[in-house]
């Protein structure tokens, strides 16, 4: 392997080492070969021109130096640059010999990253700022070698940032992918998606999958697409306020499939538009919030513009005013015993105090599960239906068409061996669909606990009932050892059998009875009622009760919840053909 050779310069140069007219870089001759890297080369030269000279190393250069190697992850190599006055405005003429003698004593890694960086123009962000001294003020001569003109498309690092023109679309847009993205999508003379993807160093190796047809993982398509929206629309939306349409979104989406045909395989469901995963408007509804990563992106940045300069603000939150008559209702319906006499008259109490729990839930300094116990403790009360009562208040939009153990049903179509061995089948169901919806394990929180009642803990745990002792003790004892445990249910009996259920929340606990159906409906709904955030393993599941089965929101956070919506719409489709065929064959 033949290796460069820094040549010395002549005696008469050792009095200006940034003797830079005489030096030139390879990359831009043809006459000389390059190699891999940006290696200077002496030039001869007949002239006595003195030449340009750099500026002197300054405290704001050294600072400048010191975040790029910082940003570089080459802190140890700071004191060296100090050392030997090397900043930012020297960094273009270091030699391949130079990085050696800098990281002499260092790992490997360090040469490697300094020149991987050096030569790949990662300078972008410290433009070298040339101080013109009174020796570049004189007049000089022209060297004997003349540089090449260097075209703009030979430094793609160089890159400035331009402002997206928004541009008047002529066809109306629609949900379907026949549109022509050109006609919304301003696209600058020689800038495609792929030029604006390739000045971005750190996408080079996703961009080269994307060249050979894959698919990149979510993290690159999402940087892909923080790339793209950053270049069309940032500035437009910090700087002038101004939000990109929903056709522009749209059109963004299919200049990318356009480019990278092979991104439709990200597409949310089978029928959704190929664009999908990037733009879907209204969330494939006939109204609600657009999703995709195009539209998630802006969202982030309208967040970032100042509330003065934002186009549209959102209304503040309305002072809820109470009257003593309500604060005297709620004393009066406490103080009543939990009697079934009274379950009506609490029931209708609690319905005219629904501002008092609405002020309660906005007090966000103070405790409100607790706050909410001492002002209706009634919450605890009669099985857990006053919590169901009060989650219906919260939505008037709540819909029970559909039955909570006819849902739950379906899960057992998803898999025929997992956690078989639970008796109650709507429990298995459950976590069969927890299972799907989380592919990744849960972390046991006990040796002692099987693989599968591990994964169950999260949704419910099985206890055993101290003997010649009442099952209310023994919940009890069992919630002041765990004071700060998630909420879940908790079932009287052997593993995977059946028995009497409490739901345990922030050391307090609700006796559900026997019914599972029962219990898991006021485990999701308590935590709208009492405030209570959502366990992680218990987010999905929950949000596919409030947008498939209750109806209460429009759209999906989360794509596995999309794709779970869509294959139990295809088993219940399923299983109703298969209950009218068998109906029509026994008559």
């Known amino acids: ?47 006595t021109n003195n030449g340009f000279r750099l500026p002197d190393v300054t405290g704001s250069s050294r600072d400048a130096t010191n975040r790029l190697l910082q940003q570089w992850g080459l802190e140890a190599l700071c004191e060296r640059f100090t050392e030997h006055l090397i900043d930012v405005n020297v960094l273009d003429y270091i030699l391949d010999v130079d990085i050696v003698d800098l990281c002499r004593g260092l790992p490997i890694r360090y040469r490697l990253v300094l020149r991987h960086n050096l030569q790949n123009g990662v300078m972008q962000t410290y433009h070298r700022r040339v101080i013109i001294t009174e020796q570049a003020k004189q007049p000089t001569q022209k060297s004997t070698t003349k ?24 066809v109306p847009c629609t949900s379907q992918s026949g549109v022509d993205p050109s006609q919304f999508v301003r696209v600058e003379e020689d800038v495609s998606i792929r030029d604006i993807l390739a ?7 996703c961009l080269n999958d994307l060249e050979r047809g894959l698919v990149p993982e979510i993290m690159a398509l999402r940087f892909m697409n923080r790339i793209l929206t950053g270049y069309f629309f940032e500035e437009r939306i910090l700087e002038q306020s101004d939000y ?74 309305k002072q809820i005013v109470l009257s003593d008559s309500i604060r005297e209702k709620a004393s009066h319906i406490a103080s009543l015993p939990p009697v079934p006499g009274n379950e009506q008259a609490i029931s209708d109490g609690m319905a005219e105090c629904m501002d008092l729990h609405l002020s309660i839930l906005q007090q966000t300094d103070s405790n409100q599960a607790e706050v909410l116990v001492s002002t209706f403790p009634h919450l605890l009360s009669y099985g857990g239906r006053m919590v169901q009562q009060v989650f219906k208040r919260f939505y008037s939009n709540y819909d029970e068409s559909t ?65 010649n002792e009442l099952e209310i003790y023994t919940v009890q004892q069992y919630v002041s050892e765990r004071s700060n445990t998630a909420p879940h249910i908790v079932c009287l009996a052997d ?13 307090k606990f609700i006796h559900c009875g026997t019914s599972a159906v029962h219990s898991m409906d006021v485990l999701f709904k308590l935590f709208t009622v009492f405030a209570i955030p959502v ?32 294959k139990l719409e295809e088993l219940d489709v399923f299983n109703q053909n298969d209950s009218n065929a068998n109906s029509g064959s026994t008559s």
Not at 147 to 168: L, Y
Not at 199 to 205: G, N, S
């Open 147 to 170: 540089r090449p003109q260097t075209k703009d498309h030979e430094t793609p690092n160089r890159k400035k940032k331009k402002p997206a023109v928004p541009v008047t679309p002529t």
């Open 403 to 467: 039955p909570i153990d006819k849902f739950l049903v379906l899960g057992l179509l998803l898999d025929a061996h997992a956690f078989a061995q639970v008796e109650n089948k709507h429990i298995r169901a459950t976590l069969r669909i927890m299972k799907k919806l989380i592919m990744i394990g849960k972390k046991e929180e006990s040796d002692e606990m099987s693989t599968e009642e591990a994964e169950a803990s999260s949704l419910i745990r099985w206890i055993k009932c101290n003997e």
């Open 199 to 205: 000045k971005e160093p750190k996408f080079r190796q």
């Open 1 to 47: 392997m033949q290796t460069e050779i820094k040549t010395e310069p002549a005696d008469d140069c050792w009095d200006d080492p940034l003797h830079i007219n005489n030096f030139l870089d390879t990359g831009e001759l043809s006459q000389y070969e390059a190699g891999p890297s940006r290696f200077r080369m002496r030039l001869p030269s007949t002239d």
């Open 495 to 507: 593993v995977f059998r059946e028995g009497n259920m409490y739901i345990i929340f922030q050391d």
């Open 535 to 566: 366990p992680v393993m218990l987010r999905k599941i929950h949000e596919l009760l409030m947008v498939y089965l209750w109806k209460i929101t429009t759209s999906c956070k989360s794509v596995t919840v999309s794709k779970m919506m869509a």
């Open 244 to 317: 990109p349409r929903k056709d522009e979104k749209h059109a963004l989406a299919l200049k990318i499939l356009e480019t990278y045909p092979q991104l439709e395989r990200t597409r949310i469901t089978p029928d959704a538009p190929k664009e999908s995963y990037f733009f879907w408007i209204n969330g494939g509804k006939e109204k609600g919030p657009h999703t995709g990563l195009i539209e998630y992106r802006t969202t982030n940045l309208r967040r970032e513009v100042p509330p003065e300069k934002r186009r549209f603000l959102r209304a503040e939150k």
